[in-house]
């Protein structure tokens, strides 16, 4: 008994020293992390751990947690996963620290991209993008003989043809839940027209010719989808696809790898990615871009703060890509664009616009998500939809102090 | 018992009442009187963001909260009285719904509030008969069942009530929703394409039979309990008076139960006023909202932490006013009752 129990020890310390090995920074400081829990996050997570006394805590509930953990003194966790969105609370506080001295010490790999520079200060490390682009299922259009869409008109069409050879249940499939998900379908639909959100004073913009174009195109393409899409999130559109249900969608970049996963889809190597649609002719593709990547807490000692910059740089090495290629789009160096990656880079090429992320922009996703739907089920005219959404976003505006 | 042992025994329970009910409820009541707000100024800000082959640096004018030398971001918090609740009330816009030209009750319904006041108190009144009477009929059924079956069925029509609301919600949900099962067997039978959750009246009425299947269950807890205490010689001496089946019940047992039905009644009222569960597992937002949706989402913090802390407070406040008022009637007749013993 006491035998096998050493034997146990023994190979445990054996396991951990080779994972030890991985990592060229050996780590003595308790450090921790939080971050948003998909697979990415795993696999970088899951890196750093090898450089020992670190704790990774995974939740899809982050953005709730962050910006507290991060302003207690000294400060929950060390290393925060953010994307885009989530970056402002934590820069409006003041909870995370400038990385220039440690890119400049620890981090000569990193490439300009990775660099998120606020007024010359590097405020975060990211290590992918993420981008709703199309995604559409090839041997349907092979076997109609149908044209890559590269306009919204285009895609409508193309969904016409669709459901006239009756193949799919629903053309298209769209993230039109009712929230967060609608109101990121009208930014990219009315960022792709070429509108403006806010005035200069903070006041909103939406209520114009733009913003009704970009509504009456969502809803010529709800007339290609399943009738109960207000309740269809990315989870749910990935299933469709995954289940053969629908031919074409604009979806995440981030959920291209399930639909090559064997174990839970019918459609292996039959869904190719392309750019997003362009809202009108000649515009960069209506959608976009996140990046995700990591923080560094203000509110610990400068030792902590090294260490868990060089845990993090060894999470986020070349290694780690190479092990987890296909996970996400990655910016670090060492990643290899595969088939499944195209149409993301295919949006970055086109010029496709960052996520406009700022402390107005959070109130204006949420009025927008909340008001957006009462012209989709045709209670309201798209004109009212978008006049109450003006009215909810000035309210809370107010609410706030931003606008007086 | 002596004075001074009944306040010993019931202290803890006062101590702990005024600390986790009453303070909290105070302490929202002066929160829906403050407005915090936060101090910005505006910067222009260059920033930069990946893009391909290289980052895209934009410079642009941004709001930044303005932070003190602790580098704690400046608050300020001023008395604004009623003005948050006639943000969430609107009566200008109530007024101008009922003016002449008005959009009337349509107009109503499009402010947030009223839509889901509208709805919690649909929900709430068209429910209550439906607990009452199910729970009754079961309690009828049990009681009435041989002796033998009673466990097993207790045990079977109780199990509604033990599964979590949200879970039970989200598996009737999937029941209708595209391609559930029911969904299914109903687009076999019929031949078309059935959409069930792309419908208003859909969600209402399923919202509905979901809270009655649910909370049945206890509305039989308490009337089987009370039925044990039906006095037989009554009873028998209705059967001798030639009493039907459904006079007896009129005459003898509901009398009987009149109490526990207003209790039953008294906790539904509370309890579906406060409806929260079924919007999130029917992810009915876009067609119906309650009273306590409204306050979760004023608080439920947005990407760029934002949360409406006020306007919560004053819907919460809202919302518990609009219980008393509803429990008023119900709590009249227990106090009537009371006094004419």
């Known amino acids: 008994m006491l035998r096998t129990l050493l034997l146990a020890s023994?190979?445990?310390?054996?396991?951990?020293?080779?994972?030890?090995?991985d990592c060229a920074f050996e780590n003595e400081l308790p450090l921790s992390s939080l971050s948003a829990g998909f697979e990415a996050w795993y696999a970088v997570t899951d890196a750093m751990a090898e450089c020992g006394n670190f704790e990774a805590e995974l939740d899809q509930e982050f953005r709730t947690k962050q910006p507290t953990g991060f302003?207690?003194?000294?400060?929950?966790?060390?290393?925060?996963?953010?994307?885009?969105?989530?970056?402002?609370?934590?820069?409006?506080?003041?909870?995370?620290?400038?990385?220039?001295?440690?890119?400049?010490?620890?981090?000569?790999?990193?490439?300009?991209?990775?660099?998120?520079?606020?007024?010359?200060?590097?405020?975060a490390i990211a290590m992918m993008v993420n981008s709703q682009h199309l995604m559409y299922r090839q041997d349907i259009f092979d076997?109609?003989?149908?044209?890559?869409?590269?306009?919204?008109?285009?895609?409508?069409?193309?969904?016409?043809?669709?459901?006239?050879?009756?193949?799919?249940?629903?053309?298209?499939?769209?993230?039109?839940?009712?929230?967060?998900?609608?109101?990121?379908?009208?930014?990219?639909?009315?960022?792709?027209?070429?509108?403006?959100?806010?005035?200069?004073?903070?006041?909103?913009?939406?209520?114009?010719?733009?913003?009704?174009a970009a509504l009456e195109r969502m809803r010529a393409l709800t007339e290609y989808m399943d009738p109960e899409y207000l309740g269809s999130d990315s989870t749910y559109v990935q299933q469709q696809f995954q289940q053969g249900d629908i031919a074409m969608a604009v979806l995440w970049a981030s959920r291209a790898?399930?639909?090559?996963?064997?174990?839970?889809?019918?459609?292996?190597?039959?869904?190719?990615?392309?750019?997003?649609?362009?809202?009108?002719?000649?515009?960069?593709?209506?959608?976009?871009?996140?990046?995700?990547?990591?923080?560094?807490?203000?509110?610990?000692?400068?030792?902590?703060?090294?260490?868990?910059?060089?845990?993090?740089?060894?999470?986020?090495?070349?290694?780690?890509?190479?092990?987890?290629?296909?996970?996400?789009?990655?910016?670090?160096?060492?990643?290899?664009?595969?088939?499944?990656?195209?149409?993301?880079?295919?949006?970055?090429?086109?010029?496709?616009?960052?996520?406009?992320?700022?402390?107005?922009?959070?109130?204006?996703?949420?009025?927008?998500?909340?008001?957006?739907?009462?012209?989709?089920?045709?209670?309201?005219?798209?004109?009212?939809?978008?006049?109450?959404?003006?009215?909810a976003y000035l309210t809370a505006a107010r609410e706030s102090g931003l606008v007086q | 018992m002596k004075r001074s042992t009944f306040f010993a025994f019931v202290a803890p329970s006062v101590v702990l009442m005024l600390v986790f009910m009453a303070a909290p409820l105070v302490s929202v009541l002066?929160?829906?009187?403050?407005?915090?707000q936060n101090v910005f100024e505006e910067v222009t800000v260059e920033s930069c963001t990946p893009g391909f082959p290289n980052p895209v640096c934009t410079e642009e004018i941004q709001s930044r909260r303005v932070?003190?030398?602790?580098?704690?971001?400046?608050?300020?918090?001023?008395?604004?009285?009623?003005?948050?609740?006639?943000?969430?009330?609107?009566?200008?816009?109530?007024?101008?719904?009922?003016?002449?030209?008005?959009?009337?009750?349509?107009?109503?319904?499009?402010?947030?509030?009223?839509?889901?006041?509208?709805?919690?108190?649909?929900?709430?009144?068209?429910?209550?008969?439906?607990?009452?009477?199910?729970?009754?009929?079961?309690?009828?059924?049990?009681?009435?069942?041989?002796?033998?079956?009673?466990?097993?069925?207790?045990?079977i029509s109780l199990l509604p009530f033990i599964i979590t609301p949200v879970i039970g919600a989200l598996s009737i949900r999937w029941l209708f929703v595209g391609d559930g099962i029911l969904t299914a067997a109903l687009e076999g039978i019929l031949n078309e394409d059935i959409a069930v959750f792309a419908h208003g009246w859909a969600f209402e009425i399923l919202m509905m039979f979901y809270r009655v299947w649910h909370v049945a269950p206890f509305a039989f807890v308490i009337f089987y309990a009370g039925l044990q205490t039906v006095n037989?010689?009554?009873?028998?001496?209705?059967?001798?008076?030639?009493?039907?089946?459904?006079?007896?019940?009129?005459?003898?047992?509901?009398?009987?139960?009149?109490?526990?039905?207003?209790?039953?009644?008294?906790?539904?009222?509370?309890?579906?006023?406060?409806?929260?569960?079924?919007?999130?597992?029917?992810?009915?937002?876009?067609h119906r909202i309650t009273l306590q949706w409204l306050t979760f989402n004023f608080l439920t913090p947005d990407d760029s932490g934002n949360r409406a802390i006020s306007r919560a407070s004053a819907a919460s406040m809202l919302t518990m006013l609009g219980i008393v008022i509803l429990l008023i009637p119900p709590l009249w007749r227990t106090w009537r009752d009371h006094r004419g013993r």
């Open chain 1, 10 to 21: 023994a190979g445990t310390l054996l396991t951990t020293s080779a994972a030890l090995a």
């Open chain 1, 71 to 123: 302003a207690a003194d000294p400060s929950l966790y060390h290393i925060g996963g953010v994307a885009n969105g989530t970056l402002v609370p934590l820069l409006n506080d003041g909870t995370i620290r400038p990385l220039n001295d440690l890119v400049e010490q620890y981090g000569q790999q990193l490439t300009p991209n990775q660099l998120i520079t606020i007024d010359g200060d590097i405020m």
């Open chain 1, 143 to 212: 076997e109609l003989g149908l044209e890559v869409p590269t306009t919204y008109d285009e895609m409508l069409q193309t969904a016409a043809a669709i459901q006239e050879a009756g193949v799919v249940d629903y053309p298209i499939g769209g993230t039109f839940r009712t929230g967060w998900n609608l109101a990121m379908e009208f930014i990219n639909m009315y960022l792709g027209h070429g509108g403006q959100l806010f005035n200069a004073d903070k006041t909103p913009s939406i209520n114009n010719e733009a913003g009704v």
């Open chain 1, 257 to 391: 790898g399930a639909m090559d996963d064997p174990a839970e889809s019918q459609v292996v190597d039959l869904v190719t990615m392309a750019a997003a649609p362009s809202a009108v002719e000649g515009a960069p593709p209506a959608s976009t871009v996140w990046w995700d990547g990591i923080v560094i807490a203000e509110n610990i000692s400068d030792e902590e703060a090294a260490a868990a910059f060089q845990v993090a740089m060894e999470g986020m090495d070349a290694e780690m890509v190479q092990a987890n290629n296909d996970a996400a789009i990655w910016l670090i160096d060492g990643y290899e664009p595969n088939r499944l990656s195209e149409g993301a880079i295919a949006n970055l090429m086109g010029g496709t616009p960052p996520y406009p992320a700022s402390t107005e922009m959070g109130l204006m996703h949420t009025a927008l998500g909340d008001n957006l739907s009462d012209f989709l089920i045709g209670a309201e005219s798209a004109e009212q939809a978008l006049a109450d959404a003006e009215e």
């Open chain 2, 30 to 36: 002066i929160q829906s009187f403050y407005l915090t």
């Open chain 2, 67 to 155: 932070l003190d030398e602790n580098g704690i971001p400046v608050t300020e918090t001023s008395f604004v009285g009623w003005e948050t609740y006639r943000v969430l009330l609107q009566p200008e816009a109530v007024a101008e719904a009922f003016s002449v030209g008005g959009g009337g009750v349509s107009a109503l319904l499009d402010i947030d509030f009223y839509k889901a006041a509208r709805f919690t108190i649909t929900f709430t009144l068209i429910t209550l008969p439906f607990v009452i009477g199910v729970g009754l009929l079961i309690a009828l059924a049990v009681n009435n069942a041989i002796r033998s079956l009673r466990g097993p069925v207790i045990f």
């Open chain 2, 232 to 286: 037989q010689d009554t009873l028998e001496s209705a059967i001798v008076d030639g009493a039907s089946r459904f006079e007896r019940l009129r005459y003898v047992i509901i009398p009987h139960l009149m109490p526990l039905i207003v209790f039953v009644a008294l906790i539904h009222l509370m309890d579906a006023y406060r409806a929260f569960d079924e919007v999130i597992g029917f992810r009915s937002e876009a």
